[in-house]
Structures are given as structure tokens and as C-alpha cells.
């Protein structure tokens, strides 16, 4: 079964980057309730129920990574999160050990086709 983690909207993935990237009070929120931190950036659970279930759930993490980690793969981790990719979920957790190398997205039928 192909389970894949809901895409954000454009917006939300940006402020969840940011913030996750520069605010140490958010990323305290993040850590504790990654739920209540998607709110914190404009999720809107009744319009997404099932995805909102999916994501609080998929975003806990033991160990947040750094600042300056989340900084560095900004880009890469804005397309996971809109992107609505296949059984991946970005590796924001610092906590799992050895280095973590985020992979670009496999190219869906239409641009294999191009």
C-alpha cells in the first residue's frame, strides 16, 4: 500500500521551515506538540481532517534538528512538504543518529514522460 504524507500548502511549509529554522520557541513547540505547531503556522484541520491526523502524528520527533540544519535544507525540505511524496517523511529528528541525506523527489510519470 502507497501511503503518502499529505502536501502542505505553500504558505504553511515556508512559515514551518522558518520558524523551525531561526525561533527556538517554536521549535520548543514543535518538539512538544507538533500538532498545535502546525496551527501555529495556518494548517487548518477542518479543512484537511485526515490529513491532520496523518501529520501531527508523522511530525513527532526525540531530538529536533539544529537551526542551522533546517536552514541548510530548506529548500529540500519545503519540496517534501508540498509535495505530497510517497511513504517519505522529512527526517526533522536529530535524535536517530548518524548523518542524514536528503534525497531530491523521484520525477513523476508526466515529467518521465517530457
Known sequence: MDMALPALEIGVARRLVDLLSTDDGFRALFSANPGEALLAVGFDPQRQPA????????FAV?????????????????????????????????????????????????????
Not at 490529513?51 to 508523522?58: N, P, T
Not at 508540498?82 to 517523511?89: A, E, H, K, P, R
Open 51 to 58: 490529513e491532520w491526523e496523518v501529520l501531527r502524528v508523522c
Open 62 to 114: 526525540r531530538a529536533l534538528a539544529s537551526k542551522e540544519v533546517i536552514a541548510a535544507a530548506r529548500h529540500e525540505i519545503n519540496l517534501m512538504l508540498t509535495s505530497g511524496l510517497g511513504q517519505l517523511v522529512p527526517a526533522l529528528d536529530a535524535g536517530l543518529g548518524g548523518v542524514h541525506v536528503l534525497k531530491q523527489p523521484v520525477p513523476g510519470p508526466k515529467a518521465q514522460a517530457a
